[in-house]
């Protein structure tokens, strides 16, 4: 019976306004710092920068239809636990916010690719009317040298 019970915990959860970001192939998010209660704290009113009289901390990243395995995390600390669809983060006492910037690699693949194939269709969409009046050109002087003489 008592097997079921969870552990004492807070859950923070936002339906709006989270601080997170997904733009394109770049995720960013930000884990606010967490103040429990000791008596080595002293409460004041001035912002703390990490976690502070807090017992061991697991924040988690949960991707809605994603897959973890598309990013590639560019911060530290990375996440201890790993699963398809999240990551955690498990510390006690950490010393600032957590923050995350990961890439999705194969977003930005493609996004090279639509550059790289934008580019060739603009040189050539370019160069077609630059072609086409070299050749009208060309005549026109022919024609202007043959009565000049």
Known sequence: MGDNIPPPGLCLQWDSGAPFNLSGPYLS???PPLRGVSSDVVLTEVPQTGDLGVASVTRTLRLDGGNTADFNIQTDPHPAVSTSSSWSWVNRDSPQVIQVAATNSSDIQHENNDAFYSGILFG????????LIT?????LRRQHGRHGH
Do not use: D, H, T
């Open 29 to 31: 998010a930000r884990f």
């Open 124 to 131: 050539v969409v370019g160069g077609a009317p630059i072609a």
């Open 135 to 139: 050749e009208l050109l060309v005549p």
